[in-house]
């Protein structure tokens, strides 16, 4: 299994911006899908958007498509989530996944999580 560690959570005004990063080990992660998913209180986890292996495709929701942007650099073994425009249904605490054997936005497909990071949009 690859570790994960978010970063870069806060509390922020809407129409902010934040970047969220996700750290993973070892050399292979490089290859990894990654995807960003969220939870608010008392909702299921949600996709938000994923990277397929070493840089190819992306993919978001609907929701941040537009907004959101996820990216990754493999030097650092780190991948990111450029959020702009933030919006109140915004917040939530967000999760990166990786090591997928299944569909990029079924949250079940992931084997490996970090411990997630509050993103909090005031209104």
């Known amino acids: 299994q690859v570790q994960l560690v978010e970063s870069g959570g806060g509390l922020v005004q809407a129409g902010g911006s934040l970047r969220l990063s996700c750290a993973g080990s070892?050399?292979?992660?490089?290859?990894?899908?990654v995807a960003w998913f969220r939870q608010a209180p008392g909702k299921e986890r949600e996709f938000v958007a994923a990277?397929?292996?070493?840089?190819?495709?992306?993919y978001y929701a609907d929701s941040v498509k537009d907004r959101f942007s996820i990216s990754r650099d493999n030097a650092k073994n780190t991948v990111y989530l450029q959020m702009n425009s933030l919006k109140p249904e915004d917040t939530a605490v967000y999760y990166c996944?990786?090591?997928?054997?299944?569909?990029?936005?079924?949250?079940?497909?992931?084997?490996?999580w970090g411990q997630g990071t509050q993103v909090t949009v005031s209104s």
């Open positions: 070892g050399r292979t992660f490089a290859i990894y899908s």
């Open positions: 990277i397929i292996g070493s840089g190819g495709n992306t």
């Open positions: 996944g990786a090591d997928r054997r299944g569909g990029y936005s079924d949250s079940q497909s992931y084997t490996s």
